[in-house]
């Protein structure tokens, strides 16, 4: 998979080209991750990088977290998260080693990952995009309603409920979003900050994880194979 880094998404500016042409980008602060541990193979059944991101005063946390740390001679961190890695490229990494965004010099795109922003429970306009009954005389209180689900009240072998993935009304946002494929606009290494073109998911000030793109867009691929 390659390496991965943790970082804050910052918030939304724009940034301008020689050309004059206005860009949007998001900025995220990512880094400097520590990496805390290093799986194995051989003791713990695959290969692996486990990083840790931000700093935690040591009584907001565990005894067994911070002695973890410790053995990598680094202060307690807030997140920890880890990427896969080919035994040979776990050679390469070393326990107590810093990976700051100096490490995507070179890099064309990124994928992030965050937690969207949570909606509560939403209803089908809002979470599924339905155009609603007929706002005319003679819809009474139904404009927002789902319509009848009868249709799909019978799962042919698998009793009497409701057919698993109908679309209604339920809890919406709060979960795992990935965008790929961003182009990296600029990158201080002097702050760790990282401009990427467009929207990362999740509000300001949320963890994000930033890592070079896995699978590119054919669009992307033309884009990277003129370079």
Sequence with gaps: MGMSLLGKKIGMTRVYTDAGVSVPVTVIEAGPCVITQ????????????QIGFGEVRPKNSTIPLIAHDFKAGTTPKRHHREF???PEEA???SLG??????DLDGKMFVDVVG???GKGFAGVMKRHHFKGMFASHGTERKHRAPGSIGGLCSNRGFGG???KGKRMPGHMGAERVTVRNLDIVSIDADRNLIMVKGPVPGANSGLVEVRPSVRLYK???KKLAAK
């Design 219 to 221: 669009s992307k691929a």
């Design 84 to 86: 896969r890695v080919t």
């Design 38 to 49: 290093l799986r194995t193979a051989e003791k713990d059944g695959y290969a692996a990088v």
């Design 97 to 102: 080693q810093a990976l700051t965004v100096k």
């Design 91 to 93: 050679k390469n990494y």
């Design 115 to 117: 937690t969207s922003k």
């Design 161 to 163: 409920g409701l057919k």
